[in-house]
């Protein structure tokens, strides 16, 4: 089993930044792909980043150039910058974490949730 821990939500005001932190523990040495997906009131939750064991990144459009994933084995820690934040990135923001290179939402292990909240 694989427990995650998120940390660094809050409210912001729009332009603003936060970084958000997701602490793994358990057995941690099956874990390659890790993340962050969101979800907003009303929407379905989405994915907004992952970073393998390696250091690949992916993200979604809404995100790029805003939004940094990275990630620190030795301490088994994803962190997600968020920068020019937006009220639109008002959401409740999960961590999630794979054995494989893809995060697949129904096999992953998931947070509590952090909520980030952006005003206008």
């Known amino acids: 089993q694989v427990q995650l821990v998120e940390s660094g939500g809050g409210l912001v005001q729009a332009g603003g930044s936060l970084r958000l932190s997701c602490a793994a523990s358990g057995s941690i040495f099956s874990i390659n792909a890790m993340g962050w997906y969101r979800q907003a009131p009303g929407k379905q939750r989405e994915l907004v980043a992952t970073?393998?064991?390696?250091?690949?990144?992916n993200y979604a459009d809404s995100v790029k150039g805003r939004f940094t994933i990275s990630r620190d084995n030795a301490k088994n820690t994803v962190y997600l910058h968020m920068s020019s934040l937006k009220t639109e990135d008002t959401a409740v923001y999960y961590c999630a974490a794979d054995r494989v290179g893809v995060i697949s939402p129904t096999r992953a292990y998931w947070g509590q949730g952090t909520q980030v909240t952006i005003s206008s």
């Open positions: 970073i393998l064991r390696g250091g690949y990144t």
